[in-house]
């Protein structure tokens, strides 16, 4: 059996398999885990991001908006 006709494949089949460490692996494998850590770089350093939920705010209009805008400012 060719690597073209396995079973499930069609002959035409064009994906591309990479190969990975975490391939065939489980996430919550610790060696995994520490195989694959890299250091956590800022992308934006200056930058800081405040998560405010809830669609209440947002559809509460300017009155509701913007007393959050200007506490966070």
């Known amino acids: 059996m060719t690597d073209q006709n396995k079973p499930n494949e069609s002959a035409d089949d064009r994906r591309h398999h ?11 494998d610790k060696d995994v885990r520490k195989a ?13 991001v405040v998560k405010i939920g809830g669609r209440s705010i947002f559809d509460g209009g300017r009155s509701t908006l913007y007393p959050v805008v200007d506490t966070l400012v």
């Open 18 to 28: 990479l190969r990975s460490l975490l391939a065939r692996e489980s996430l919550l």
């Open 36 to 48: 694959t850590e890299t250091p956590v770089v800022r992308m934006l350093p200056e930058a800081s």
